[in-house]
């Protein structure tokens, strides 16, 4: 697994691996999930490495995130 990717990376890749390789919105519960201050620092950075493809809305919001094979890799699943 890549040093470069943040714990929160991880955790988000690792999220959207539970369901099937891609995270729609909604992204968890306001308040509760520790990811939705970040997540679109996060889904960013992921973008930017070519792990993830990131969908969103008119206004910037995202909407789904895929792990790309690149992702993938970078955890360690093939």
Excluded: C
């Excluded at 690792?14 to 995270?23: C, F, K, T, Y």
């Excluded at 519960?29 to 620092?41: A, C, F, I, P, Q």
């Excluded at 950075?45 to 790309?68: K, P, Q």
Aim: a negative charge; glycine letters at 12%; charged letters at 25%.
């Amino acid at each position: 697994m890549s040093d470069d990717l943040t714990d929160l990376q991880i955790e988000l890749l690792s999220r959207a691996l539970q369901h099937g390789g891609v995270l729609a919105a909604p992204f968890g519960h306001l308040g509760e999930d520790s990811l939705v201050s970040d997540m679109k620092e996060h889904a960013a950075g992921l973008e930017a490495n070519g792990l993830a493809r990131v969908w969103r809305d008119d206004e910037g919001g995202l909407e789904r995130i895929e792990v790309t094979s690149r992702g993938y890799a970078a955890l360690g699943v093939r």
